[in-house]
């Protein structure tokens, strides 16, 4: 694939941490409107490369390229109105405000009010904040979060929260939506609706995403493309079939298959 005709190009992206290689030359292009699994052992650096696309962790070497324009010299708090959005494996939410503040906050970087015109509280502002609360709650209702909306994160079971966090991201409206592990914790009726919801976000949404996850059933039944990891190296690319049938995969990460 041409680099023009992906959303993401990871170009020979190495990463060091002190005499540790946590990435090496990795390369990879993300296209458009499809759903691509980034797979491997703990340790094989799929979270760092999470890390580098949201600009948190910077690399020595390669490049990023977002829309073909690069994502070196980007600073964090503009990565999402770039159009990335991220959850974490950690959930990284306030925990102690209600369900829509917290989706809010996601739509925020889509919002135009200034910072002077905020602390005011100018009439201007105030539409702002009605515009940002309307589309926080038709992500709610798309996420099924509506029953949950005043309720303070912190009260919320596991699966809940991890959708709070999905729609959080969901709300900035991203182009590029980065999901890490967001299978972890949850128990098989809600990975069942995972998996219908990533799908969903593709096919309806029309968003691009980058998935990062051990569940291996998951993966390989939402991603179109996957991209195996192993060591902070690219092993292997492809299709779901041609990922569970490549034999360094299989001894790296699936266990060598069962003879009968």
Same mark, same amino acid.
């Given at each position: ?20 290689? #946590? ?6 292009? &993300? *296209? =458009? ?15 760092? %490369? ?29 990565? #999402? ?6 959850? /974490? ?6 925990? +102690?405000?209600? &369900? ?7 739509? =925020? ?12 509280? %100018? !009439?201007? &502002? ?19 979060? +509506?029953?949950?909306? $005043? ?12 959708? &709070? ?7 900035? $409206? *991203?182009? %590029? ?10 128990? =098989? ?34 991603? $179109? ?5 192993? /060591? ?7 299709? *779901? ?5 490549? *034999? ?8 060598? !298959?069962? =003879?009968?």
């Amino acid at each position: 694939m041409a680099a023009g005709d992906a959303l993401l190009s990871v170009r020979g992206i190495t990463v060091r941490f002190g005499g540790v290689v #946590a990435l090496d030359s990795v390369s990879f292009d &993300v *296209p =458009h409107g499809g759903v691509c699994g980034l797979i491997g052992p703990n340790g094989a650096g799929k979270t760092t %490369l999470f890390n580098c696309l949201s600009r948190l962790y910077s690399y020595q070497e390669g490049d990023l390229l977002f829309e073909g324009q690069s994502l070196t010299a980007t600073p964090v708090h503009q990565i #999402a109105s770039l159009g990335i959005g991220r959850t /974490f494996q950690n959930l990284a939410m306030f925990r +102690t405000m209600s &369900v829509e503040r917290n989706v809010m906050v996601g739509a =925020h970087c889509r919002s135009s009010a200034g910072f002077f015109a905020s602390a005011l509280k %100018l !009439p201007s &502002v105030r539409r702002e904040e009605e515009k940002v609360r309307g589309h926080a709650r038709e992500i709610m209702d798309y996420i099924g979060l +509506t029953p949950f909306r $005043d309720r303070a994160v912190g009260d919320l079971p596991f699966g809940i929260q991890k959708r &709070v966090e999905l729609a959080r991201a969901l709300a900035s $409206d *991203p182009k %590029l939506l980065l999901l890490d592990e967001p299978a972890a914790g949850l128990n =098989h009726e809600e990975l069942a609706g995972l998996e219908d919801t990533i799908r969903d976000i593709r096919d309806r949404r029309g968003v691009t995403v980058l998935l990062v996850e051990h569940h291996m059933s998951l993966v390989m039944a939402v991603s $179109d493309h996957i991209i195996a990891l192993n /060591f902070g190296r690219k092993i292997a690319e492809g299709t *779901p079939a041609e990922i569970q049938a490549h *034999p360094e995969v299989i001894e790296a990460y699936l266990g060598t !298959p069962a =003879h009968g």
